[in-house]
C-alpha cells in the first residue's frame, strides 16, 4: 500500500509495465479482502457458493501487500534517497486523511469525534494507516539497510534471509510486526535484484508455481467449508493460511515476483496511469474514518450476502471502487501534487543557487 505507494520513490525510467501491472493485481487483490473484511458478513450460516466465493477474496489481501513491498524494496535497494520524495508522499497521506476525515465527521454521526478529527492531521503518528506508517519506516531505515547489502558478500547475505525468514515464520523468538516483515521481504526483493542469475527458470515456471500455491489457500477454503459441515467452528479457521507469513503466501508472493521481474511487457501507458495511482486508491478506500460508511452504508456488502446477485455485487463494487479512487487521485495530481512538486523544485533550487554561491564566497576567502 500500496503509488504504488512508491511511484514517487523509484526512478520511473527503471522499470517496465509488468511491475506497475502487477502493482494493479496486488491492490485489486487488497481491495477485494477489504470487501469480505470490512463488509459485516456473517460466515455461521450453512455452506453455499455464494458464501464461498466472498471467503475466498479475503485470502489475497496479504499477497497484494507482500507484492507490494516486494516491488518497494527491489528499486529502493539501488535508489538514492531523497527527503523530497518523503515529503511529497506524507503530503499525500495527509491531504487523504484530512478529506476524508472532515467528510466522514459531516455525514457520519457516528464519526463525529473532536479528538478522532484533530489525529486525522496526524496519520503517521496515529497509525491512520498501518501500512503507511510501517512502510515509512522501511524507506527511513533503507540507506541502512542498502549499506549493508552492499558489504554483504552473495552466501552471508541469503544465510541471513534463511535466517530471518525462518525465525519469523517458523520460530516464536519475536514477535512479528509488520515493520520487521517489511524489512525482510526488502532483503529478499534485494537479493533478487542483485543476484537475479540465481533465479534462472522462465518466467512461466514462477508464474504458475505462484499460481499453484495459491491454488491450495484457496482449495484450504474449500476444505474448511467442507468439514464445517460436521464442525462449524472449523470454518473460523478458513483465514489462517492467508497471513503475510504464511508460507503459501510467502511462496506465491515471492514466485508471481520473481516471474513479473523476468517479464518485459514493453512501456503501456494505461497500465503505468492506473500504476502509479495504487497508492491513491489504498489511501481513498481504506481510510479508517471513511471505511466503515463506504462498505456498510454506500454498498451495503452484507445486505446481499444471501443474494443471487451478490458476487456480481462483489465484482462491480471492487471495479467501481478502484476506478472511482484512481480518477480520484489522477485529479488530485493534476490539481494539487503537480503545481506542489513544481514549487518545491524552485525552493530546492533557489537554496542550492544559495549554498553554492556562499561556498564560492567562503572559497574567495580562504583563496586571500
Request: net charge positive.
Amino acid at each position: 500500500m500500496f503509488c504504488c505507494m512508491v511511484s514517487k520513490i523509484m526512478a520511473s525510467k527503471e522499470r517496465n509495465s509488468s511491475f506497475e501491472l502487477l502493482r494493479i493485481i496486488s491492490m485489486i487483490l487488497i481491495v477485494m479482502h477489504h470487501y469480505n473484511y470490512h463488509g459485516g458478513f456473517d460466515f455461521n450460516g450453512p455452506f453455499t457458493f455464494r458464501m464461498y466465493f466472498i471467503q475466498c477474496l479475503f485470502c489475497g489481501g496479504k499477497l497484494g501487500v507482500n507484492l507490494f513491498v516486494l516491488i518497494s524494496g527491489y528499486f529502493l535497494c539501488k535508489s538514492k534517497f531523497k527527503w523530497k520524495r518523503l515529503l511529497i508522499l506524507e503530503l499525500e497521506v495527509l491531504f487523504y486523511s484530512v478529506i476524508l476525515g472532515l467528510i466522514s465527521f459531516v455525514i457520519n454521526p457516528s464519526q463525529r469525534d473532536v479528538e478522532n478529527l484533530v489525529y486525522a492531521f496526524l496519520p503517521l503518528q496515529k497509525k491512520k494507516y498501518w501500512f503507511y506508517t510501517d512502510y515509512m519506516g522501511l524507506v527511513l531505515v533503507s540507506p541502512l539497510l542498502n549499506k549493508g547489502i552492499e558489504l554483504m558478500e552473495k552466501k552471508f547475505f541469503r544465510e541471513v534471509i534463511i535466517a530471518i525468514g525462518i525465525i519469523l515464520m517458523f520460530v516464536p523468538v519475536i514477535e512479528n510486526t509488520g515493520f520487521k516483515w517489511f524489512i525482510f521481504l526488502y532483503l529478499v526483493a534485494s537479493y533478487i535484484r542483485y543476484y537475479p542469475e540465481d533465479f534462472g527458470r522462465s518466467k512461466r515456471f514462477y508464474l504458475l508455481l505462484g499460481i499453484s500455491f495459491y491454488s491450495i489457500v484457496i482449495l484450504y477454503v474449500f476444505t474448511c467449508d467442507l468439514i464445517s459441515l460436521i464442525d462449524i467452528n472449523v470454518r473460523k479457521n478458513y483465514d489462517s493460511l492467508s497471513s503475510e507469513d504464511c508460507i503459501l503466501i510467502v511462496v506465491t508472493s515471492f514466485a508471481l515476483f520473481i516471474g513479473f521481474s523476468k517479464w518485459n511487457i514493453g512501456n503501456k501507458k494505461i497500465i503505468n496511469i492506473f500504476g502509479t495511482s495504487t497508492f491513491g486508491v489504498y489511501l481513498i478506500h481504506d481510510n479508517k474514518d471513511f471505511r466503515t460508511f463506504l462498505w456498510k452504508d454506500i454498498f451495503k456488502n452484507s445486505a446481499y450476502q444471501n443474494s443471487n446477485i451478490i458476487i456480481f455485487h462483489a465484482i462491480l463494487t471492487v471495479f467501481l471502487i478502484y476506478i472511482c479512487c484512481t480518477i480520484i487521485d489522477l485529479m488530485r495530481k493534476r490539481i494539487i501534487e503537480k503545481p506542489l512538486l513544481s514549487l518545491i523544485d524552485k525552493i530546492q533550487e533557489k537554496m542550492e543557487k544559495k549554498y553554492s554561491k556562499n561556498e564560492e564566497n567562503l572559497d574567495i576567502k580562504n583563496m586571500v
